[in-house]
């Protein structure tokens, strides 16, 4: 069975591996502070052009979700999110956990919108409702698609003129970077957002999450909240290398580029076959609709998931792309696809 | 600068580096569900002899601990702890942010004593205070001593008959379990405890601790609430590779050993010099009282911490082996103990 | 300006300052443990049929709602209500800050239905989503409405299926046992919920909510949740003798009764003019749809609130009588109803 | 039976009673926006001497405290006390429901001490640890002693330096105003505090506290914040109405000094029989060390709590008296008192 269902479900990349073994029993202090953490806070920061940002390092993204949004409301306070966002559908509550409300709004594309944000801000009557104060967002959102440079500049500008803070989920940051027709850089994210993450986890890493604050409110004290809520890893060295590995060369942009390009492939044979899409995504995300005869087809050699119902002979399915897609299984899976005829 | 300051300044043993090399690119489902999750469980639950366990990898011991705490208690529930417990002294509130009180207790030599468990339920007046229902212990402690079993079967015994929780950190198991009288045992602590933890972090692995649950009230719904902590890991298959690296071969026993016998060596030393000790230690951390001239001497070729000033001209310094430390380091570290003599 | 904009816009019924006035030298211990709480719960009980219930006094709703919900719920799951729930529109996030999500489902009619229930429990898929538990409703609802005996009777037969709790939250509850149609008693009303208040603050009382419990699991130790989140009140007797008052005589049902009958001739006064309503409501609270030009008219000399844009010339109001609505204000309202028409 | 047990056994003041009857039907908005709150708060502004300072009405004690500390914190800080602090002993816990340590300090006499303070301040080590950032003291004390003029100086004094909110609990605080020796105001604490709160529930209202906050900071969006917690009370009349009547023609200074007086009759009575006292104690709540046999003999007649073993033949008592106590009692106690002797 090859896996197209996420884009975890392999160890990380060789490069590394390489450097946990070459550095193995180097030693180092705890909590982050060691010489690893340090470089590779250095390369996050140079990537980003922000020199004053702080940089953080998480083992997983519902971990950084939390500990961001705790670390930058206040009780009555609440975040902002389109359904799809993750922190409303797939941490178990854990923002309401640390107290907070997350609001949430439809969006077909998975993105939030200006001025569903400034509605919230003016629509705020009373102390008998929770206080919106942050904007949470995800790029690439959870159904592949990407805000543009344009768009981002937007929720930025409503988020200011608010005085929300503007928070981006980076899960997949590094197939939203080398997305198709992609125009937004690193260092727009970092002098757009207070604060986001640069995925790890899903992009290469052993495990880890990189968080970014550029925004001096929220730097303050983040390391104590971190503590709080489990999040400074004593053996931090594992996650400064992860991030040494991924920035060194830019195989953080090579390994996001390499994974578009599959699902693009894949994107094409659907295309091919005439099958619509649910959203059109330009990441390594594709939501493609096909006849249910052809999925169950695939599903004997493929794994996927995200089965959607349609109508009674077609669902949609989410294929996920990965840095570690061998070619080869790309070139079998559309293939397959477009061999195969709906019965 | 050779450091005895902790146990987690390398990497990790060199076995589970391998084992990462040799899976790297197996693919496997997310979410601690894979299968090298699934054969870690399988040899922790046979060296407990806990058939019926359920096992569950975390990535840090604070996230451990307040995850296993937040789902065992109701609300006005508090937990039990000396007053050198980690969740008392080193986790920022982390478990009052789950909304409980850590209540403490003095303790000389950082054990829990059944007749304070037992005070504690006595005394319990009314709804205006917070109801024990837990008792949390260390093993070895933050002091470096152990449980014995007669102690932790008084420990269980109370805590039964007071319908508390027994759960036991074991940040630093595998040197409890090597220490030097030891008669204390994975399965006696499975049998004896509610829920405990066996410590990776800082017993030879790159990062990971497995919680053992084996009263069946705490395993209800127990991942629900490692998701909502952000404790369940993504790609859990870096936490199962560990603990099978640990388990395999009896690793974990054998790296403890080797830890213990290196702090031996050293508390030989100061003893043949006449050092006192703030506590009488049988494994990994020794507490040797020193001159503050000697302790400065040292430390002009090794860190080690915990200053503790005893009186004008000694403190107490926290010295730690780990299983990787290096043989030859820690002869040196003897020979200039022995060497120095007090200005 | 004659109010017709709440239910508790003015102090209390007279019976309960008599029995204030008559009682209050007399000495009595604290934490609703006074004769005057064990009066009243006794009385309670016995209008609910309910020997075996505990019942505690609270000063608010919004306490009320927070300090039974966090009293039910573990950690990591969640209250299904309405988008119209109170919990959901009006508690500035208090369930949320005891850490539970509120699952809000949208409702015509604000009530709650038994298929949205089910759906909720089959559609649990994970521990990557909140769990839900519990299912809130209020009676009357947000919007006036009110369950009928069938309809609460198919919830509770719903939520015992799945294992959910049922708590109605009852702040309006003497104005549903009187609306135009009712079934439902307060004996039905404690066979069918496992928790459920009745409300003082806007029937009658000076302050006051009384939690009726019948479902012995939320029995257990609900003092300490009550003085842990502030809500054991010190001065118990008042809340005590606003009870005593309100169930002796059957007063809570003849008060209810008074305000409905007023609602009922606003609303004949409003169908005569023709105006339509946003739902058809048979208690005190009402929700006329009217000429903008009317609205601003009556407002010159009646206060109301709710305005909801319907179209360019109309609006809906909400207008809602109380125990305390003098007849004779209603009389003059109605007229100027009748005889004001659209510019 | 004769109670000396608390200071809240009685109704309230009969003053209350009158403006609540004289004004029970006219009509007032909700959620302490009414005509009564505001004309309360006026009048302790001007009792204060604080015209910028913001007042709010709540319930309870616990309730107050839990909502002023859960709004001045961020989520990894602590609030500093005594032992003997009400939110330590007496509240279930109710602060770390919020999330936040209370980290406690032994203190003989009840009082907080400034180096304390500091020391906690200073001692401050890194994230691993809560970060202190409120100071709670209460007055009068849990032991009934109270803070001096120039105590609170130094005291808030510290806390500037340190940067640390003060702030007081002042559940007790006509009697302390009332004390013996007492040179403390109400102005002086409204300029030195950061926020407190003027006890009503045991100073003569039926119920509620009125939380004055000088500290701009802490002002702000402390309605959302009580909201969340349940706090506004939406018939806010009933609280407002307490204060006019206990600030009006100086009441609330008046019945504090009734109490003090008859406690001092009593502290007589004590020592006149030689009595020690657990506490030195100039206000209305004494606490002599009396022989068992005149204990039990007195428990015939009057009720009284506190009862701590001090020796083999003696217990130290708690004695309350309030502004309701009548003199009548007082004498017949005291002379019960000089004329019991051991057996």
Known sequence: MIMFTNDYSEGCHPRILEILMATNLEQAVGYENDQFCNQ???????ACQAPDADVHFFTGG?????????????PHQAVLSTVQGHIATNETGAIEATGHRVVTFPSDDGKMKPEIVRNAFERQRSEH??????????????????????????????????????????????????AVGNDLTLPDIARLCDAFYIGGNKCGALTGEAVVITNPILQQDFRHIMKQNGALTAKGRLLGIQFIGLFEDDLYFKIGKKAVDQAMMIKQACLQKGYGFRVDSPTNMQFPIMPTAVIAKLREKYSFGGLTRIDENHSAVRIVTSWATKEEDTQAFCADILALTEV
Not at 40 to 46: G, K, M, P, T, Y
Not at 62 to 74: D, G, K
């Open 40 to 46: 590779a806070r250095e390369l996050i920061r140079l």
């Open 62 to 74: 519902t971990l950084t979700n939390l500990t961001v949004i705790a670390a930058a409301l206040r």
């Open 129 to 178: 409702v929770t206080q919106p104060k942050m904007v949470y967002i995800s790029q690439s959102t959870e159904l592949g698609t990407i805000y543009t440079k344009a768009e981002l500049e937007a929720l930025a500008q409503v988020c200011q003129e608010c005085g929300f803070f503007l928070y981006m989920d980076g899960a997949r940051l590094a197939y939203a970077l080398a």
